[in-house]
């Protein structure tokens, strides 16, 4: 099974709306990053979340980390089609310099 | 460069045929990775590089795949006799330092690759 495991698979919202994503490590955290990535690019750095309780926000965009769940998540404000995308969360899973990522939230915001 | 430099964005080759593919990081980031996308199966791991050795290499799925990297830049990941599963955008992404908890990574747009 994956070590990280994000919610929902995708997600198609109305302009306007607000959504949540959530990514769920079965391992302990030691640091949590969000990235985004449209098609034909590469991964956008959103944020980094190091501690437990911390709380980052990137424009409309806001995410926590709860280190006791081992989860964190993404929240977005007042969708606009340039949210649109595929939401990646990245683990360091222990004591080495990979990050372990999850498989992605596909995310379309219709007009 | 501004940005993580990858080329060729996309390659499309017969099964059986070696191919390159480039990545020229940001400059002064000292750590490069190379990533593997593929349809349904999430970003994998290939091997990270910190200057020009590689401490990590435990990605590299068979011998068939190698990567280098000189004079701390540009780097060079390798498929020989490439099979229709080696299809998948790779990614390439730097940083300036590999310490955990510094792994703010950029990537660069991938190369696609092919295989018929």
């Known amino acids: 099974s994956q070590e990280l495991e994000q919610s929902p698979q995708s997600l198609i919202v109305q302009e306007g709306k607000n959504l949540t994503i959530n990514c769920t490590s079965s391992k302990t955290l030691y640091g949590l990053y969000w990235y985004k990535q449209k098609y034909g690019e590469g991964l956008i750095f959103l944020m980094m979340?190091?501690?437990g309780g911390e709380e980052k926000s990137h424009e409309k965009i806001t995410a926590k980390l709860d280190e006791k769940k081992q989860q964190s998540s993404l929240h977005i404000t007042a969708s606009q089609p340039s949210h649109a995308g595929i939401y990646l969360c990245g683990v360091n899973a222990g004591n080495n310099r990979k990050l372990i990522w999850g498989l992605g939230t596909s995310l379309a915001v219709n007009p | 460069g501004a940005g993580v430099s990858q080329s060729p964005s996309n390659k499309v080759t017969e099964k059986g045929k070696d191919v390159e593919l480039r990545c020229d990081p940001i400059?002064?980031?000292?750590?490069l990775y190379w990533y593997r996308q593929s349809l349904g199966q999430g970003l994998e791991f290939l091997i990270y590089f910190q200057g020009n050795s590689a401490p990590d290499k435990s990605g590299l799925p068979s011998d068939r795949f190698s990567a280098e990297r000189t004079g701390g830049s540009v780097s060079t990941l390798t498929i020989q006799r490439t099979q229709q599963e080696d299809s998948a955008v790779y990614l390439c992404?730097?940083?300036?330092?590999?310490?955990?908890?510094?792994?703010?990574?950029?990537f660069g747009a991938g190369s696609r690759l092919t295989v018929l």
């Open positions: 400059s002064g980031h000292t750590a």
């Open positions: 992404a730097s940083s300036r330092q590999g310490a955990m908890g510094a792994n703010v990574l950029t």
């Open positions: 979340l190091q501690k």
